[in-house]
């Protein structure tokens, strides 16, 4: 049974699905210390968390079992990254769900500022009928700055457009095509802070976002100038946003996050009459949290099942192209990673591995890491190694990871061959997949084969004699283990040959050295691919 803590207000609709799951049982329990996460996380095999919940090495350190940490959203910076990647926990998002409602949030909060709504409720609810003090302004033809042009900064561009405002965009990855496409001048960080009525912010807090709007930002900006930021506290320099109101150059600001959440009491924005604050509301529709805890609760669901998953937040995504190639490869890459780690005596010290065909017209680093998985597995545990962490744990252990590329796959559309090399000896095994039979190894060390990797298999290496499969077929039989499939390679009639049997039950150690000491017989080695 899988265990999964939501540490933070999650809409049971969206996770109804987790919850009805006959193999998880689900336990809500929002608002714990840090302490108390420690304390219960070692229970668990998954957390769900918003962004109230900060995940930290500590948590991470003491929850033993945990496999991934579910991030109902967008932002992950409440999340230790590196330490996860380190354990090898998957940091999952819902990036898609909660857009929509999170640039109308945006939306609500710059007509809110450019109307005075919220000071103008809080008089007339008091009992002042105030109708002087609330001078507003209009959106339409005002220059609105869109800083991060990402999801939710796209959508704000586009409804501002229907509200017939120029619209600048800054983005790193903003092409002159997609600008155009949305109505949007293509404008530099330094354009828009000199020539926006209103700014908007939409970039994840970066150490190079961090402050990308403060003193000097403020001081070349419009007089009267609007700015709202419903994206992370701290892309705005506090201090210096009070500072520009004071002098005027300010005319009101929007904010939905902060620096620290929540605020301290005495925090300025509190009692600034011309900033409008919410207590991050930006993603809190019905509709939005349902649509990223659904969303989260499917793939924390495919991982815990050990279902191949294809994004994770700390793991670079795979383009769906790219992933048609690979996808299919990817149990093969790690039956190879552990076969030729079973083979390899000694400690690691160089992985080759070779693609050859179409393979080789694709960035293969997500194939690479599933092969590493395999071979690290068999030493580390492969409740250890995932594909999150499998790099980071070959380098921290100065595995050095070669990957080559031809055009050329011999016979097949395409092959993968994997090489270990450790201070002892070098192996090496290689793979394809056969339309209409699947999984094939077609090479170990020297020899052509065609076995198919699964289940327990016997490597013998032998001479090339007369009478060395029945006498391995007798001994085998006669401890009881049966034969599924044999294979037999050699180089040259009578020279050195293997032999890779595929037998229904494992064979005992004391078996195989009993098959050692048949004549002619070199060595014997079990390798399971379950
Ligand atoms: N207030 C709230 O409740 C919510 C806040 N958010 C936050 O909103 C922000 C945007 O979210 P999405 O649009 O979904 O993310 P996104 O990843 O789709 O967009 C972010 C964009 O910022 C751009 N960017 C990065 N560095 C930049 C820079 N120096 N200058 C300009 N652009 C830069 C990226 O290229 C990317 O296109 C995130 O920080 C997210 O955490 C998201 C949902 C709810
Ligand atoms: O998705 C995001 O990045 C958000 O900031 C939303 O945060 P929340 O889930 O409402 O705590």
Not at 9 to 37: C, F, H, R, T, Y
Not at 250 to 266: I, K, L, Q
Request: hydrophobic share 45%; glycine share 8%.
């Amino acid at each position: 049974m899988f265990k999964v803590l939501v540490s933070d207000p999650i809409s049971d609709l969206g996770i109804q699905k987790l919850m009805d799951a006959a193999d998880v049982s689900v336990d809500k329990n929002p608002g714990l210390s840090e302490d108390e996460l420690v304390a219960i996380i070692g229970d668990y095999d998954a957390l769900l968390v918003r962004s109230q919940t900060r995940v930290t090495a500590r948590i991470m350190e003491a929850g033993k079992r945990l496999k991934v940490v579910g991030r109902a959203g967008v932002g992950v910076d409440n999340i230790d990254l590196p330490a996860a990647t380190q354990r090898g926990i998957i940091v999952i998002n819902a990036p898609d769900g909660n857009t929509i409602t999170t640039c109308e949030h945006t939306f609500a909060m710059m007509m809110a500022v450019a109307r005075h709504i919220p000071q103008a409720y809080l008089k007339t609810v008091s009992g002042e009928w105030d109708r002087k003090s609330f001078l507003g302004v209009e959106l339409r033809n005002k220059v609105l700055g869109v800083l991060g042009m990402g999801r939710i900064g796209s959508e704000v561009a586009k409804r501002a457009k229907a509200f017939g405002m120029e619209i600048l965009g800054y983005d790193p990855f903003l092409t002159e095509e997609r600008a155009e496409k949305l109505g949007v001048r293509l404008s530099s960080v330094d354009d828009i802070v000199r020539n926006a009525d209103f700014i908007t912010v939409h970039t994840p807090l970066t150490p190079e976002t961090r402050h990308m709007i403060s003193r000097p930002q403020f001081e070349v900006m419009k007089k009267g100038m609007r700015i709202v930021n419903c994206a992370r506290g701290g892309l705005i320099d506090e201090a210096a946003l009070v500072e520009a109101i004071d002098q005027g150059i300010v005319a009101g600001a929007a904010f939905d996050v902060f620096e620290v959440e929540p605020p301290a009491a005495d925090h300025p924005f509190l009692t600034n009459p011309k900033i409008i604050v919410t207590p991050h509301l930006g993603a809190s529709t019905v509709e939005a949290q349902e649509n990223v805890a659904i969303d989260v609760s499917e793939q924390v669901l495919n991982i815990l099942r050990d279902i191949p998953f294809i994004n994770a937040v700390n793991m670079p995504p795979i383009p769906a192209n790219v992933l048609n190639i690979l996808q299919p490869y990817f149990s093969l890459g790690e039956k190879l990673g552990s076969f030729v780690a079973q083979l390899t005596e000694g400690a690691v010290e160089e992985i080759t591995v070779n693609y050859a065909g179409e393979l080789a017209e694709v960035d293969t680093q997500p194939l690479t890491r599933y092969i590493v998985r395999g071979i690290l597995s068999h030493h580390l545990g492969a409740d250890q190694v995932n594909v999150v962490n499998s790099m980071h744990l070959a380098k921290e252990r100065s595995v050095n990871i070669v990957v080559q590329k031809s055009h050329i796959a011999r016979d097949f559309t395409n092959l993968v061959t994997v090489s270990l090399r450790s201070k002892k000896v070098e192996r090496l095994v290689a793979g394809t997949l056969l339309t209409g039979y699947g999984q094939r190894i077609v090479q170990i060390d020297r020899f052509p084969v065609d076995v198919a990797p699964e289940g327990n298999l016997i490597l013998i290496s032998h001479h090339d004699k007369p009478g060395i499969i029945g006498n391995v077929g007798s001994l085998l039989g006669s401890n009881d283990v049966n034969i599924a499939t044999m294979q037999v390679a050699r180089e040259l009639a009578g020279g050195s040959a293997i032999m890779v049997l595929t037998v229904d039950k494992v064979a005992s150690k004391e078996i195989i050295s009993e098959l050692v000491k048949l004549p002619d017989l070199i060595k014997a080695k079990e390798i399971n691919l379950l």
